[in-house]
């Protein structure tokens, strides 16, 4: 007597089976073999205080290549930060945004949001690195190499500041092989400003000896605002103005104004156009010696 046995394959089942497939693909990373070869580059990072691979990190890193930076003409940090996975900025422009760590990772955070140019005394969780110095700044990304952004705690290695992550801008070293140097500018219109934005920046490097080189990087951005304050205090020797009664606009300081006048007359006020302008310069200098094996 023959006897059939039909096995069914449920959907659960074809699920697993396709993402076991799919995981077992090998993946397959090239050394510096070029873009012609479509084959990819190994990224090389220091977040772990020595060069490995990116794919030898045992956590969760994103790196940023100095030259994408460059090519896609990114110069602010926070404009960089919104295309990290898994962070957040909160952008309050070149001015305030050197006084509070508006970094956010995995929604880890203790700043509200709301405190402005205030900062918060508890430390931020997310420790910020520039090479192995931590330092906190609206970061201008220039002459960078590569911007390395860890996710997670980081405690080990980057202290206790780094509950939600850290993020490492690695800088150009300087280079004995060959004189290097740029020069670039950029002028542009804000829609909204009456005025004008212009950049410029320099970079030289200089080859000393065989095992030592300087290199120097700076610049300045100038941009003209684009916001308006209306019904402004007149100010004069550091206090508000206060108008008399024949419409001149008097310091209270001064003997122009009578008692009566300066208890209940109303100040003086005046409108600024784009005051919130930007005024920075900026200057980094290295020299650096590699020492060598003697007989």
Known sequence: MNMTKTFMRKPLVAAI????????????????????SGTLEEIVVT????????????????????????????????????????VSVIDRGYRNSGHVNSLVIRGVNVDNGANGDIGVSSASPVATYVDNTPLFANFILKDIQRV????????TLYGSGALGGTVRYIMNRPEADEFEGSVSATYGQTDGSDGSNVSADVMFNMPLSDTAAFRVSAGTIQNDGIIDYVNLY???????????????CV??????ATNTELAFNGSCYESKKDVDDVDITYARASLRFEPTESE
Do not use: C, F, H
Request: aromatic share 2%.
């Open 47 to 86: 977040a772990s205080r020595r060069e490995q691979s990116i794919l030898d990190i045992p956590y969760n890193i994103s790196a940023v290549q100095g030259d994408d930076i460059e090519n896609q003409n990114i110069v602010d940090a926070t404009e960089l930060m919104r295309t990290i996975a898994g």
């Open 234 to 248: 007149q100010m004069q020797d550091g206090k508000p103005v206060v108008m008399t009664d024949s419409g001149d």
């Open 148 to 155: 390395e952004v860890l996710r997670g705690p980081q405690g």
């Open 251 to 256: 310091s209270v300081r001064g003997t122009a």
């Open 17 to 36: 089976g396709g993402a076991l497939a799919t995981t077992a693909a090998p993946v397959v990373l090239a050394q510096s073999t070029g873009a012609s």
